[in-house]
């Protein structure tokens, strides 16, 4: 069983910086991409930066420039360093993950997500 789960989230004023992570714990072979996506209400849920295995990043538009992405693979850990925050970065905070299982099976799997909210 392979559980990733997140951390790091709270309550920040706008201008102000979080670090999230994911942890990825279980019976993991290896972990290729990995992924941040947020979900703001009544929003659909959208991809905000992804890292690959061999630590490629993107990002999306809205957050290039002042989010982060990375990962430490020895720890089966990924980050996400998020500054100049503003009040539309509120979201919940989900990381995804793509993953190979014994006995190399693979699959997507998903934290229960971390709450992010951006106010003065």
């Known amino acids: 069983q392979v559980q990733l789960v997140e951390s790091g989230g709270g309550l920040v004023q706008p201008g102000g910086s979080l670090r999230l992570s994911c942890a990825a714990s279980?019976?993991?072979?290896?972990?290729?991409?990995m992924d941040w996506y947020r979900q703001a209400p009544g929003k659909q849920r959208e991809l905000v930066a992804s890292?690959?295995?061999?630590?490629?990043?993107n990002y999306a538009d809205s957050v290039r420039g002042r989010f982060t992405i990375s990962r430490d693979s020895a720890k089966n850990t990924m980050y996400l360093q998020m500054s100049s925050l503003k009040p539309e970065d509120t979201a919940v905070y989900y990381c995804?993950?793509?993953?190979?299982?014994?006995?190399?099976?693979?699959?997507?799997?998903w934290g229960q997500g971390t709450q992010v909210t951006v106010s003065s």
């Open positions: 279980g019976r993991i072979l290896s972990i290729n991409t």
């Open positions: 890292i690959t295995g061999d630590s490629g990043t």
């Open positions: 995804n993950a793509d993953i190979w299982v014994p006995p190399w099976s693979r699959d997507y799997y």
